[in-house]
């Protein structure tokens, strides 16, 4: 599968498993450290690992969250983001 390919080089030096797909079409899909340290998991679907800009999308959601995992995003940052998406989700409804 092309998209385990693209996220294990986008995200290395994590490593990434997808799980089997479930009775509704998603699978698990698990980061891990070097070690073996499982350090975050989420469900995609099976769009979302087909669609280019979708899996980018993803991709820069692992980013982020990864620098928050790792202590490199400031606080203030996380706040910023979380008002966007707050604003950008008012916008829609």
Do not use: W
């Not at 606080?75 to 707050?86: K, Q």
């Amino acid at each position: 599968m092309e998209s385990i390919s693209l996220l294990n080089q986008a995200l290395s030096p994590y490593q990434v498993t997808l799980g089997p797909v479930d009775r509704e079409g998603a699978r698990r899909l698990a980061l891990q450290d070097p070690t073996g340290t499982l350090v975050t998991e989420c469900r995609v679907s099976q769009t979302q690992l087909a669609d280019k800009r979708q899996l980018t999308d993803l991709v820069d959601g692992f980013h982020r969250d990864l620098r928050i995992h790792e202590g490199r995003l400031d606080p203030c940052i996380i706040a910023a983001m979380a008002n966007v998406h707050s604003i950008k989700q008012m916008a829609v409804a």
